[in-house]
């Protein structure tokens, strides 16, 4: 069986469970920009009515990049001076990211133990059998994450009065609890960075994860990888991919110096090193 077909195999197989994922990331995403709303109307209420609060929403310059650092930002470290003194715990950041791995977890461990081993046996090659799986489960996560941002981006579109060009000092302040360093003159650069450097760490991570299912049980290998995310939180090093994917710790914003493009790099390292642990571990299993 040609290598094409393997790839077609998997998408053919997993079109109507690929449809309800978007259809729930949408959902998702619709949940959290209402979140987002309200977050907005209550940081610059101003004690009048909520009509004359809604068309103040309206008109405070809150920008396209404001809405996708709320949703990609997460949280600074817990060292950064609060200005409540509660815990923290980033959700609507992490939320999206353990949907999608959840949706990539188990299909390439169950398609050893169903009829995806008759296919397996007929193509006689097990490496582009496991390459078929490794391409669906990076396109399952950007098509995912896909959905999320353009049902955010037309609703901001939707909402407000959005600009390009700046981030919200007081809208900052009130997510963040930090002090938004002096800003330039944002570009489209800034967007691409805030919308494609989380959807790398997760496809990364998630092809990790469906490696580590060939040692194994899945909910273990869920259970590491939503650790390692966590563990990116509150702890700051470059080892952690997860630093990257909270863009708050960009270094475009200034408050950290994750460099956008160490992270792209460190993201396809890793997941070079995860297809290929993963291919030679399945040419060493005994399948008969």
Known sequence: MKFFRLVKYDFVQNYRKTLVKW????????????C???DVLHIFWSGETLAENLDAFQKQGVSICDSLLYLTGGMLPISFASLVDSFQFPIRWLFPHMLVLFFTLNYARNDLTHGGIQVLTRTNNRVSWWLSKCIWNTITVLSCFAV??????????????????????????????ASLPEQGVFT??????????????????SLIQMTLTLYMKPVFAYMIAITYYVAGIYYVTPL???????????????????RPETGFFLCAASGIIA???????LCRMDLS
């Not at 259809?23 to 209402?34: D, E, K, N, W």
């Not at 489209?188 to 991570?205: D, G, H, K, Q, R």
């Open 23 to 34: 259809v729930i990331a949408g959902g998702v995403s619709l949940f959290f920009f209402l």
């Open 275 to 281: 297809v290929s642990v993963g291919g030679v571990r």
């Open 240 to 258: 952690l991919l997860s630093n990257y994917a909270l863009s708050v710790r960009s270094s475009m914003i200034g408050l950290y110096n994750f």
């Open 148 to 177: 999320e941002l353009v049902v955010w981006i037309l609703l901001m579109g939707l909402s407000a009065k959005t600009s390009v060009s700046s981030l919200n000092e007081i809208l900052f302040e009130g997510i963040f609890n």
């Open 36 to 38: 987002f709303f309200m």
């Open 188 to 205: 489209y650069e800034y967007i691409c960075t805030f919308c494609l450097l989380p959807v790398m760490v997760c496809a990364s991570i």
